[in-house]
Every structure is written in structure tokens, then in C-alpha cells.
Nanobody, 120 residues
């Protein structure tokens, strides 16, 4: 059974930092892109960042580029999102996502989400 389990969310003041973790289990993810999405109240879920599990290449949404860093630990099967210089508009539920790399078959998986609240 595939599981993506997020942790590390919480309450932080504007300008502060948090590191989210996503522990992946149940299958190998070498052909997957691992990503983070977020959903604020009353808004649609939006892309934040992604990383290729095999190549380590990364891609970020413009709103977080330069402030957030996505990384992975192949030994621990864990993906991280380091969030610095947090702003109130970063407040949202953050979801870990695993989807097949472009052109490859497979299912899409989601974690249960972790709340991040940034106070002004």
C-alpha cells in the first residue's frame, strides 16, 4: 500500500522558516516526480515545487522561487520542502504528491496534508 505521510507543518511568524517532510513508502519512486502542492481556504489547490526522484532536477512556482527549496533523501525515501522568508499568503494546507515522470505510466498519489499558518 502506497503511503505519503507529511509532517512539519505549524504556526510561524512572517519571515520565519519551516521544513516539511514527506515520507514515501509502498513502492519504488525512481520513475516518479515528487512534488508539493498547497491549498488555501476558498482557493484551488496549486503547484508549489517538484523534484525528479532519479535525476534530482527541480522546478518551482514563481511565487516561491528563491524562498523554498525541495530536496530528497533516497536512503530515507523522504522528500523535503524547506520554506524560508515565509509570508502570510503562504498559509495553506500543503500536500505531498507523487506522479509518474512525463511519458511514463503509473498512478498519482497524494498525502493527507499538513497545515502551515504564517502570522503577520
Amino acid at each position: 500500500q502506497v503511503q505519503l505521510v507529511e509532517s512539519g507543518g505549524g504556526l510561524v511568524q512572517a519571515g520565519g522558516s519551516l521544513r516539511l517532510s514527506c515520507a514515501a513508502s509502498g513502492r519504488t519512486f525512481s520513475s516518479y516526480d515528487m512534488g508539493w502542492f498547497r491549498q488555501a481556504p476558498g482557493k484551488e489547490r496549486e503547484f508549489v515545487a517538484k523534484i525528479s526522484w532519479s535525476r534530482g532536477s527541480t522546478y518551482y512556482a514563481g511565487s516561491v522561487k528563491g524562498r523554498f527549496t525541495i530536496s530528497r533523501d533516497n536512503v530515507k525515501n523522504t522528500v523535503y520542502l524547506q520554506m524560508n522568508s515565509l509570508k502570510p499568503e503562504d498559509t495553506a494546507v500543503y500536500y505531498c504528491n507523487a506522479r509518474p515522470s512525463p511519458g511514463l505510466p503509473g498512478l498519482v498519489y497524494w498525502g493527507q496534508g499538513t497545515q502551515v499558518t504564517v502570522s503577520s
